[in-house]
């Protein structure tokens, strides 16, 4: 290592040089003046500390941390990458449909489009058209929940925590709450249920074990302070063995006997039955407001495949409560959520229809066919990918749903494994994250495994370049 380079220090250019530089001035055109000179002044910076360490071991290092076409490369470079907009887009190669890391649902053209339109011009939000006076928001949404439901009441919120949150608070407060302890479940960002129902004001009342708890737990535990008899339906979880738990039409009896409350927290609910595709079944809201409970409440960005909400459905006098509550205010939503929910209940009306308009429901139910034909189609374009070194081959895999969802359900999917040829599997998924745009893979053993389902068509042959680049860019071609 040759001496630290004080004397090569004269060698870099000042600021104002490099802004004449042809690579650069063009960068101006593009970016903020700002932008660019922060981004000189970092690359400057970091190569005169490389002088002042010593960090090169020959005379064409130094020659390379000072040559101006060299500075102008890393310039662009730094500036691209600040100027990125810190959240975007991904190709989600991992198999997880519902991965909450990657922004869970993506919504489906009918959603983005109402988005669109609502972003871009005013809209009558809060306005009603007919009488040309003040509107409700949530007017956009309660009609066609009622009517794909059968409720007699809806209200819309931004998260189904939210909604958990304002219905226990609204009705309950200071009052009990009796809940089966095995249905005390811990959600997402580490929150549970207890800790919502301790911020609600209301009085957790535990009943049964965590493996079993029977209709007479419940009604030995009912008192006059009793508000509630809360069900919370085990969307990201499963005990199995010996158990028993009380269905929610027991509960349903129970409080009607008592003139009590039932309230259904399903997590992730949903409109459709999936079961007839290989799917576990679960409960469908439509079954849940059917059973008789008062009030039901769950995630829009979920199984439902819409923008993050919570929606809550019930008996009009209980919705209204909540509607009239200071949280209410607090928890609303904005348009844009109002634009893509409405648009993707609207899918709803058509059920067959929603599973191909609707990119989770679609993702869920794609034939294993259909599968196998994208993974060959990635595998067939990676091979024409020119001096592509790695070894590529198709396995049978297991796809996640995710997000809390049919914790049990693994489908069978394809998945493209790639061996890159140094063995360096995690620094070439390291380059895949960083790419444009990022891709995320899983490693298994040492190699890239790439699960198809969570793939779109589209996506393939910029999927197939973004691996040649980061395979090629690892093995310095």
């Given at each position: 290592m040759l001496p630290t380079g004080k004397r090569y220090l004269r060698y870099l250019p000042a600021v104002d040089e490099v802004l004449r530089h042809s690579v650069v001035s063009r960068?101006?055109?593009?970016?903020?003046?700002?932008?660019?000179?922060?981004?000189?002044?970092?690359?400057?910076?970091?190569?005169?500390?490389?002088?002042?360490?010593?960090?090169?071991?020959?005379?064409?290092?130094?020659?390379?941390?000072?040559?101006?076409?060299?500075?102008?490369?890393?310039?662009?470079?730094?500036?691209?990458?600040?100027?990125?907009?810190?959240?975007?887009?991904?190709?989600?190669?991992?198999?997880?449909?519902?991965?909450?890391?990657?922004?869970?649902?993506?919504?489906?053209?009918?959603?983005?489009?109402?988005?669109?339109?609502?972003?871009?011009?005013?809209?009558?939000?809060?306005?009603?058209?007919?009488?040309?006076?003040?509107?409700?928001?949530?007017?956009?949404?309660?009609?066609?929940?009622?009517?794909?439901?059968?409720?007699?009441?809806?209200?819309?919120?931004?998260?189904?925590?939210a909604a958990v949150l304002l219905a226990l608070t609204s009705l309950a407060y200071g009052k009990e709450v009796i809940v089966s302890r095995g249905q005390l479940v811990e959600i997402g960002g580490s929150f549970r249920i207890p800790d919502v129902m301790r911020q609600s004001g209301a009085n957790l009342v535990e009943v049964g074990t965590t493996n079993k708890t029977y209709v007479r737990d419940y009604e030995a535990a009912i008192s006059s302070e009793t508000a509630l008899l809360l069900h919370v339906h085990m969307s990201n979880y499963r005990i199995v063995g010996f158990t028993h738990e009380t269905s929610v039409p027991e509960l349903v009896d129970l409080g009607r006997k008592y003139g009590i409350p039932v309230m259904s927290d399903l997590g992730s609910g949903f409109l459709v039955d999936l079961s007839h595709y290989g799917l576990p079944y679960e409960p469908t809201v439509q079954e849940i407001v059917a059973a008789g409970v008062d009030v039901v409440t769950f995630s829009g960005d979920k199984l439902l495949g819409g923008p993050q909400a919570g929606i809550i459905l019930g008996k009009a006098d209980l919705v209204e409560?909540?509607?009239?509550?200071?949280?209410?205010?607090?928890?609303?939503?904005?348009?844009?959520?109002?634009?893509?929910?409405?648009?993707?209940?609207?899918?709803?009306?058509?059920?067959?229809?929603?599973?191909r308009s609707i990119p989770i429901l679609k993702m869920l139910t794609t034939p294993q066919e259909v599968l196998k034909r994208r993974a060959r189609r990635l595998v067939r374009l990676l091979k024409q990918m020119p001096g592509f070194g790695g070894q590529v081959e198709i396995v049978p895999v297991n796809s996640q749903v995710g997000g809390g969802a049919m914790p049990t359900a693994q489908p069978a999917s394809f998945g493209v494994v790639i061996s890159p040829p140094d063995g360096q599997a995690a620094d070439v998924a390291a380059r895949l994250r960083q790419g444009a745009p990022p891709v995320i893979v899983r490693i298994q053993e040492d190699r890239l495994l790439l699960d198809v389902r969570t793939l779109r068509d589209d996506e393939i042959p910029r999927l197939a370049k973004a691996i040649w680049e980061a395979i090629t860019r690892g093995a310095g071609k």
């Amino acid at each position: 290592m040759l001496p630290t380079g004080k004397r090569y220090l004269r060698y870099l250019p000042a600021v104002d040089e490099v802004l004449r530089h042809s690579v650069v001035s063009r960068l101006i055109n593009k970016y903020p003046r700002a932008a660019v000179v922060e981004a000189i002044r970092k690359t400057l910076q970091t190569r005169r500390e490389a002088l002042m360490r010593g960090d090169f071991a020959s005379e064409a290092e130094v020659a390379d941390l000072v040559a101006p076409d060299g500075i102008a490369s890393e310039v662009a470079r730094v500036v691209a990458t600040a100027e990125q907009y810190r959240l975007r887009r991904v190709i989600n190669a991992t198999g997880v449909v519902l991965h909450t890391n990657l922004g869970r649902a993506p919504l489906s053209e009918s959603a983005i489009s109402a988005v669109e339109q609502v972003a871009r011009y005013y809209s009558n939000l809060e306005f009603d058209l007919v009488t040309g006076k003040r509107g409700s928001r949530y007017a956009i949404v309660e009609d066609v929940l009622l009517a794909l439901t059968g409720a007699e009441a809806a209200f819309v919120v931004n998260n189904n925590a939210a909604a958990v949150l304002l219905a226990l608070t609204s009705l309950a407060y200071g009052k009990e709450v009796i809940v089966s302890r095995g249905q005390l479940v811990e959600i997402g960002g580490s929150f549970r249920i207890p800790d919502v129902m301790r911020q609600s004001g209301a009085n957790l009342v535990e009943v049964g074990t965590t493996n079993k708890t029977y209709v007479r737990d419940y009604e030995a535990a009912i008192s006059s302070e009793t508000a509630l008899l809360l069900h919370v339906h085990m969307s990201n979880y499963r005990i199995v063995g010996f158990t028993h738990e009380t269905s929610v039409p027991e509960l349903v009896d129970l409080g009607r006997k008592y003139g009590i409350p039932v309230m259904s927290d399903l997590g992730s609910g949903f409109l459709v039955d999936l079961s007839h595709y290989g799917l576990p079944y679960e409960p469908t809201v439509q079954e849940i407001v059917a059973a008789g409970v008062d009030v039901v409440t769950f995630s829009g960005d979920k199984l439902l495949g819409g923008p993050q909400a919570g929606i809550i459905l019930g008996k009009a006098d209980l919705v209204e409560k909540m509607k009239r509550h200071p949280l209410a205010r607090v928890l609303r939503i904005d348009k844009l959520t109002l634009a893509a929910l409405e648009a993707t209940l609207r899918e709803y009306r058509d059920p067959e229809g929603a599973l191909r308009s609707i990119p989770i429901l679609k993702m869920l139910t794609t034939p294993q066919e259909v599968l196998k034909r994208r993974a060959r189609r990635l595998v067939r374009l990676l091979k024409q990918m020119p001096g592509f070194g790695g070894q590529v081959e198709i396995v049978p895999v297991n796809s996640q749903v995710g997000g809390g969802a049919m914790p049990t359900a693994q489908p069978a999917s394809f998945g493209v494994v790639i061996s890159p040829p140094d063995g360096q599997a995690a620094d070439v998924a390291a380059r895949l994250r960083q790419g444009a745009p990022p891709v995320i893979v899983r490693i298994q053993e040492d190699r890239l495994l790439l699960d198809v389902r969570t793939l779109r068509d589209d996506e393939i042959p910029r999927l197939a370049k973004a691996i040649w680049e980061a395979i090629t860019r690892g093995a310095g071609k």
